[in-house]
T-cell receptor, first 117, second 110 residues
């Protein structure tokens, strides 16, 4: 079974440019997460989806960040315009969700490393 | 106060040693607790879930103390391959809100 797939793995852009990251979760996983991770820090939640509904986007900087999960499967995270401080690794994760056993066990993708120059 | 706090380390211990990490959490209603392992420039991966009664997986033992709101991870007979960052993970105000600590760096020396 394929794991969580993210692309691109690496992206280098100049500040003020737009960038988009894509994530395909594990088949059957209803909950999808986007995390941001800076060097030496733990992942910080940006947004969480239950199926196609964004149920927690309180930490998403909405002036420049947007996300969508239109059909409740894959998801896109966009930054426009990017700033120097956005350089980080953007991690996508998925979990079964619901009340099932192991519902909150997250499986991560390999991440998208963004460098803003 | 952060919702999940860990000692960042680094812990530098010799091979074969026993090492323990603690992690405190602020939400007394939390129900799900995990330890994840993250290797350098890799994604976090589940090491083990933490159950109320405590649980063991080989050389790894996890404990939960609800009264004091902390979880612990004990690694016995440490191996060079145990060198990594260990992330404490707790669910937050809702069951599906998963919060990570900043991680504890462990380095095992020969």
């Amino acid at each position: 079974e394929a794991g969580v797939v993210q692309s691109p793995r690496y992206k280098i852009i100049e500040k003020k440019q737009p960038v988009a990251f894509w994530c395909n979760p594990i088949s059957g996983h209803n909950t999808l997460y986007w995390y941001l991770q800076n060097l030496g820090q733990g992942p910080e939640l940006l947004i969480r989806y239950e199926n196609e509904e964004a149920v927690d986007d309180s930490q998403l900087p909405k002036d420049r960040f947007s996300a969508e999960r239109l059909k409740g499967v894959d998801s896109t995270l966009k930054i426009q315009p990017a700033e120097l401080g956005d350089s980080a690794v953007y991690l996508c994760a998925s979990s079964l969700g619901g009340g099932r056993s192991g519902a909150n066990v997250l499986t991560f993708g390999a991440g998208s490393r963004l460098t803003v120059l | 106060r952060k919702e999940v706090e860990q000692d960042p380390g680094p812990f530098n211990v010799p091979e074969g040693a026993t090492v323990a990490f603690n992690c405190t959490y602020s939400n007394s209603a939390s129900q799900s607790f995990f330890w994840y392992r993250q290797d350098c420039r890799k994604e976090p991966k589940l090491l083990m879930s933490v159950y109320s009664s405590g649980n063991e997986d080989g050389r790894f033992t996890a404990q939960l103390n609800r009264a004091s709101q902390y979880i612990s991870l004990l690694i016995r007979d440490s191996k060079l391959s145990d060198s990594a960052t260990y992330l404490c993970v707790v669910n937050g105000s809702s069951a599906s809100k998963i919060i990570f600590g900043s991680g504890t760096r462990l380095s095992i020396r020969p």
